[in-house]
């Protein structure tokens, strides 16, 4: 088995889970001699028997029906609080496509008289590393087949150190455990319940909007239905965002600025820009139209808690610009738009070690997976080379979802405008590209709908009704060709519902009627700009 057959793999036009690493004709041969037989699928041992299925490249570490009540994580503390599911029967298994990888899995299915007759693909966040849980969970709470990967990473959170040295695992992170990941979970419950899903969605945001996007323009034909939150899809220019941040509040250490000027400068936002959209809810309804300038809570005199020294005006205005490069003036990157500045993962982690804290100075994004070995960092050569090595293995920012569009498949975008992590620019960016590539706006809107939420951050949270069910509405798009025009998105505070508001189809946006609660969602119409 050659790396370069993994490197690139073409979109699937042809038969279904076709894959250059191979695993996918081998379980379609073995399909047949280790299916469990129709008239035993649903007895009691029907799970276990699972365990004895022989599949290429596939070890079955576990198939175990799992009593209705409190599951606990595996590897979790005998006093860390379990998940409330129903009845199920887990199984995890191991993918070993190539000798490197070591991609676990976790396909979690109702009994037959639960199922919903659905299957389920869910994403992760970050590097990777661990199986999500919560995400099975609620996928099982709903009646689905639910799966999930660790995206066979050795590292978790915002630590991409597995990748140094490790070229197949990149691959599995890119795209290959998803798609992996996807086959085998669908072999495994056709085996259980002898019978195929009716219909097969994916839902991720971040990493997971990443994983989304890559099934749809790699993988056309693994889901019907794709929701793809805030997604990370033009990886390797995203990550030398959160570097050129960094190089900007800390190069010289009078840019750096206090963690706690933060509200400050969101106060500040909010006064210049929160009326724009008729009403005084601080919420910014589209932050293209705030021309806040850093330059007006400039300190007249000396620093102090309520304003920004020069330097540290011009480190919010590169921000807000994003990365360029110096000889052409290129914009790598859209930097993060204003009110974005108190959400987490952005702003509150850049600024988090004060220069002379001694911690080391992190390195720019994915450039550590590559030749360069630092220090410092040239963003027109550097930057060039970097994107030339990594964009094949990583990025999904081609807009061409022809395939995906050609068997029927519809793909739900949101994301917040507020999100300072994976900034909205980029994601808007990339469904005007689809636009253009798929024959313009309704052609696109007819199998691709983006949603642009107020005041959300980094895939929740932030001043604003952010809770919504996106998969609650692609589900009637895609077996009723109903598609969505608005999701209710509800803002929950301790518990509560505080408001709810409307989140429309994009362009357009959620406008008062003039009459009626302005925390009340029907009070509320999706209008043009």
Known sequence: MTTSRLLAPPVRTGRAHRSPEGLCYAIAALFSFCSVAPSSAQTPNACDALGTLKLADVTITAATPVEPGAFRAPGA???????????????????????????????????????NGKFLGTGNGGAGGAIS?????????????????????????????????HREMVVDWGYRATHLMTVVAKQIAKTYYTREAQQSYFMGCSTGGHQAITEARRYPEDYNGIVAGDPANNRVRLHMNGYWAYEATHADPASYIPPS??????????????????????????????????????????????CLTPPQVAAMKKIYQGPKNPRTGELIFPGMYVGSEVNPLGLDRTLANAPGSGRPEPPPGLAIWTGWKGPGYDWDKDAS??????????????????????????????????DPLIPAADTLHYYEGLQKKMGGAQATADFARLFMVPGMGHCAGGNAPTRFDALAALEPWVEQSTPPEQMIAA???????????????????????????????????????
């Open 77 to 115: 503390s005998a006093t860390a609080a379990g998940m409330n599911t129903p009845a199920f029967c887990r199984v995890a298994a191991t993918l070993t496509p190539t000798a490197e990888s070591h991609i676990r899995i976790e396909l979690w299915m109702p009994p037959a008289n639960a199922w």
């Open 385 to 418: 080379r970097v994107i030339s090595e990594l964009s094949p293995l990583l990025d999904d920012a081609d807009p061409d979802l022809s395939a995906f569009r050609k068997r029927g498949g519809k793909l739900l975008l949101y994301t917040g405008w507020a």
């Open 261 to 306: 000027k933060l509200p400050m400068i969101n106060k500040a936002v909010l006064n210049a820009c929160d009326t724009i959209d008729g009403l005084a809810d601080g919420i910014i309804d589209d932050p293209r139209k705030c021309t806040f300038d850093p330059s007006t809570i400039q300190c007249s005199g000396a620093d102090a808690a309520d």
């Open 133 to 165: 849980y919560p995400a099975l969970a609620a996928g099982l709470q709903k009646g689905y087949a639910v799966t999930n990967t660790d995206m066979g990473t050795s590292t978790t959170g915002l630590d991409f150190s597995f990748g140094v040295g």
């Open 491 to 529: 803002q929950v505070v301790q518990g509560a519902t505080k408001r709810t508001r409307p989140i429309c189809v994009y362009p357009q946006v959620a406008k008062w009627n003039g009459t009626g609660s302005q925390d009340d969602a029907a009070s509320f119409s999706c209008t043009a700009r």
